[in-house]
């Protein structure tokens, strides 16, 4: 009796040989026997999507939620062109995943479907690794594997459809990753960074997305400086709770505390690319000294250019520092003892000019913050709306943190809120979206979160508009009409797909709303409906 398998059943063996437990995905001519396997055979689990760029997404927010790389399967030709934005949001934030893409049959070069699939998958940013043969499976998928966690971003594995039913040795193998910390500061460039420091008066940490391992060592040095904590976006909630946390740090941070930061003497930034956003386009950082330590060598100098730069890991050398400034007995600078943290947190709310049968977006979200589930996973889409949401709305870590707007595209959050869930079953999700970015990409997945039982709670900020165009024909005196949309209700929408909705208009509406989470079984969605007239500016 033979005890060769078909190459379908080899892939599905070599993705479980690397722990992966769930699949996202849509299948096709390409791909179904390997996914039957995969659920069949290997004990896996499939999450079907409706659209395969959202198997993807949901693939990316597993991933950044679970800590594993996420693994997500379409077939061939206009199944990976739907992958596109989705891919390119992997890669621009730097999230492991593996994405097993059939390809047309090789002997049949003019299929209907074929496209050069390696000239499209670049265009993303993401990797690209060919299944080379059948008997190559094992070390294929591996290689993909070892790919994705080593380079930090998306890796396509390209399956031939025609190699599927060919029969093959399974053969295991699963590539070690070297993950220690590296890179420790030394040298000369390390004593610079020490003197700005020890120097400074009104010294700053500022902890990026890159820095999210290395709280402790950063709490530390900063309790030794005396100096305040905030960090970017994507590090958001790192230090929440600590005394000297004044948030985030930039175009988001509340005026008190871009106040503070344009008195700071000295920054060091861990782990930031010091993006736009960031640094206010390089006004905050102006007349300071600005040290960077990043291990990523491409991150330095990419916003600004620092000082002093460190490539190193970012934990590591805050120890270091903190050793040598110890060793030195340098005085602590004093920076931090007259902040008045609650005043360099609270974001101001501004008067209610609110038309009738609208609700004020800024109350809404204050009220809210006070009653969502307190250990939640928080999602955000892009658009006009979020970052009101990113400022007042907390979230408990960064790995509790999904911001889909590495790529500047609207539409991709419920399908992340999707991913963030299977990874986090016990943990329920809110999930903040635009009218248009539900319509764009929530609408059709909405469904998928019902079928799944996810505890999922959907704020839709609706102001019958694309609110950033809108807002640019008003600034002009031009007519914004064609920005604007008379959309279903979303409420209703949420009800007949499944779930549960509820259409906000008053303050009283709002309060029935929150009543009702806490009986909620399901998908839950609460349409804010906003006068397009009084929506906060984007804080860009």
Not at 180 to 195: C, F, H, K, S, W
Not at 268 to 290: A, H, Y
Request: hydrophobic share 45%.
């Amino acid at each position: 009796m033979s005890d060769k398998i078909h190459v379908y059943q080899s892939i599905a063996k070599a993705v479980r040989d690397h722990g992966t437990e769930t699949l996202f995905g849509l299948m096709g001519d390409a791909n179904l026997f390997m996914v039957d396997s995969f659920v069949r055979e290997s004990g896996g689990r499939f999450v079907p999507a409706a659209h395969e760029g959202s198997s993807v997404l949901m693939a990316l927010a597993y991933s950044h939620v679970s800590g594993r790389v996420g693994v997500a399967t379409v077939t061939h030709g206009p199944a990976l062109t739907n992958c596109i934005t989705a891919l390119t949001e992997g890669a621009r934030g730097h999230i492991p995943m593996v994405l097993l893409a059939g390809d047309t049959p090789v002997a049949n070069p003019r299929h209907l479907q074929g496209i050069d699939q390696r000239e499209l998958v670049k265009t993303t940013g993401a990797g690209f690794e060919q299944l080379r043969a059948p008997d190559t499976v094992g070390m294929d998928v591996a290689r993909a594997f070892y790919r994705a966690r080593v380079e930090r971003r998306p890796i396509v594995l390209n399956m031939p459809a025609d190699f599927m039913w060919r029969e093959i040795d399974h053969q295991s193998h699963v590539l070690g990753v070297f993950t220690a910390p590296g890179g420790v500061a030394e040298g000369g460039i390390l004593d610079e960074a020490i003197g700005m420091i020890a120097s400074a008066r009104r010294p700053m940490i500022l902890a990026g997305g890159g820095a999210v391992a290395a709280r402790d060592p950063l709490i530390r040095l900063a309790d030794r400086l005396e100096a305040p904590l905030a960090t970017t976006l994507k590090a958001k909630g790192l230090f929440r709770d600590h005394p000297y946390n004044i948030d985030l740090f930039g175009t988001l941070s509340t005026p008190a505390a871009y106040e503070l930061i344009a008195q700071a003497d000295c920054i060091v930034c861990f782990g930031s690319g010091l993006q736009d956003f960031t640094t206010d386009r390089g006004k905050l950082m102006s007349g300071k000294r600005i040290i960077q330590i990043d291990i990523e060598p491409t991150a330095i100098g990419a916003g600004l250019h620092p000082d002093a730069a460190l490539v190193a890991d970012a934990g590591l050398t805050a120890e270091t520092i903190l050793y040598w400034l110890n060793e030195a007995e340098i005085a602590p600078s004093g920076f931090t003892r007259d902040l008045d943290v609650e005043t360099l947190t609270a974001h101001p709310v501004g008067p209610d000019r609110t038309a009738e049968g609208c609700v004020n977006f800024v109350r809404a979200l204050e009220r809210l913050e006070q009653v969502l589930p307190q250990d939640r996973l928080l999602v955000t889409d892009g658009g006009r709306f979020m970052t009101e949401v990113w400022c007042r709305i907390s979230a408990p870590d960064p790995q509790s943190f999904v911001v889909t707007a590495n790529f500047g595209s609207i539409g991709l959050g419920l399908q992340q809120a999707i991913g963030a869930g299977i990874a986090a079953p016990e943990r329920p999700v809110v999930l903040f979206s635009g009218d248009g970015g539900f319509m764009m990409g929530g609408i059709n997945e909405f469904n998928t979160a019902v079928r799944l039982g996810l505890d999922l709670i959907v704020v839709v900020a609706n102001d019958s508009a694309y609110g950033a165009e809108h807002i640019q024909f008003l600034d002009r005196k031009m007519d914004p009409s064609l920005t604007e949309f008379h959309w279903p209700s979303f409420a209703e929408i949420a009800s007949s797909l499944g779930g549960q909705g509820f259409e906000v208009r008053s303050t009283d509406e709002l309060e029935t709303a929150i009543a009702a989470l806490g009986a909620r079984k399901g998908p839950v969605l609460i349409e804010l409906r906003l006068d397009p007239h009084d929506v906060p500016r984007m804080r860009i």
